[in-house]
């Protein structure tokens, strides 16, 4: 999965952080989900060896795309159950929680059943490095560095594996961008993407009004055999 070229960071786009933040948070309901049914033993050793694993998750597939986005000024969109899980880990990274308490605070407050935090729609079938499948506690996963490519990889893979993934994929093409200057990239990569959107749900309402005139006229033929009817149905009933 991982390509020998580098990734360009000025070609990267807060769309780019907004999609991997969304496959992130898939990851943490597969997560959440999987460990929650898990008849393991809750051991001092397995609740560590988790907090390890959650660590590995955010270090892979947050901090370094939130770092990004803040070293262009620039602020992805961040799913409610991420920004709760995050919390957690601020509290634990500044001692204000244990991990015992983070450990619980994560199963009781950020649950992807959680009507606030709803994430469930959220989970595929298939992800790389899904440690949470198997004994973490006691296998003794190698936990990878990953570069970018690899993520963005993971994370277009994530997408192809859901219903309606296309709608968050990079999907318009960016024209005019200037090299050395990724503040301008931003705002053109944005201005492409509202087109897109645009265009898209200017195709979707006409798409309705077609079928909407297709109904009102099916509508309109029934008119008469139903007059006839109606009549017919009079005349039968008179003495």
Same mark, same amino acid.
């Given at each position: 999965?991982?390509?020998?070229?580098?990734?360009?960071?000025?070609?990267?786009?807060?769309?780019?952080?907004?999609?991997?933040?969304?496959?992130?948070?898939?990851?943490?309901?597969?997560?959440?989900?999987?460990?929650?049914?898990?008849?393991?033993?809750?051991?001092?050793?397995?609740?560590?060896?988790?907090?390890?694993?959650?660590?590995?998750?955010?270090?892979?597939?947050?901090?370094?795309?939130?770092?990004?986005?803040?070293?262009? =000024?620039?602020?992805?969109?961040?799913?409610?159950?991420?920004?709760?899980?995050?919390?957690?880990?601020?509290?634990?990274?500044?001692?204000?929680?244990?991990?015992?308490?983070?450990?619980?605070?994560?199963?009781?407050?950020?649950?992807?059943?959680?009507?606030?935090?709803?994430?469930?729609?959220?989970?595929?079938?298939?992800?790389?490095?899904?440690?949470?499948?198997?004994?973490?506690?006691?296998?003794?996963?190698?936990?990878?560095?990953?570069?970018? =490519?690899?993520?963005?990889?993971?994370?277009?893979?994530?997408?192809?594996?859901?219903?309606?993934? *296309?709608?968050?994929?990079?999907?318009?093409?960016?024209?005019?961008?200037?090299?050395?200057?990724?503040?301008? =990239?931003?705002?053109?990569?944005?201005?492409?993407?509202?087109?897109?959107?645009?265009?898209?749900?200017?195709?979707?309402?006409?798409?309705?009004?077609?079928?909407?005139?297709? *109904?009102?006229?099916?509508?309109?033929?029934?008119?008469?055999?139903?007059?006839?009817?109606?009549? *017919?149905?009079?005349?039968?009933?008179?003495?």
């Amino acid at each position: 999965m991982s390509n020998s070229s580098k990734y360009d960071l000025t070609e990267f786009t807060i769309l780019d952080a907004t999609n991997i933040l969304e496959y992130t948070t898939s990851r943490f309901a597969a997560i959440w989900i999987a460990c929650d049914r898990s008849h393991m033993p809750r051991s001092p050793a397995y609740k560590a060896s988790f907090i390890r694993h959650l660590q590995w998750e955010v270090d892979s597939f947050v901090f370094p795309y939130i770092n990004i986005c803040m070293v262009f =000024n620039t602020h992805p969109t961040m799913t409610d159950l991420l920004r709760s899980i995050l919390g957690r880990f601020s509290g634990l990274q500044t001692r204000n929680i244990t991990g015992e308490q983070f450990y619980a605070e994560f199963f009781v407050h950020c649950s992807p059943h959680d009507p606030e935090l709803r994430s469930t729609h959220r989970v595929v079938l298939k992800y790389a490095h899904d440690w949470w499948k198997d004994r973490f506690d006691t296998l003794g996963f190698a936990l990878p560095s990953l570069d970018v =490519n690899e993520v963005l990889d993971m994370m277009a893979d994530h997408f192809e594996q859901l219903p309606m993934g *296309a709608m968050l994929l990079p999907g318009p093409a960016v024209a005019g961008q200037v090299e050395g200057d990724p503040l301008l =990239n931003q705002i053109l990569a944005v201005k492409a993407r509202i087109q897109h959107l645009s265009d898209s749900l200017e195709k979707m309402l006409q798409e309705k009004t077609m079928m909407a005139t297709a *109904a009102t006229s099916s509508m309109s033929e029934l008119e008469g055999p139903m007059d006839e009817l109606e009549e *017919a149905l009079l005349t039968s009933r008179q003495p």
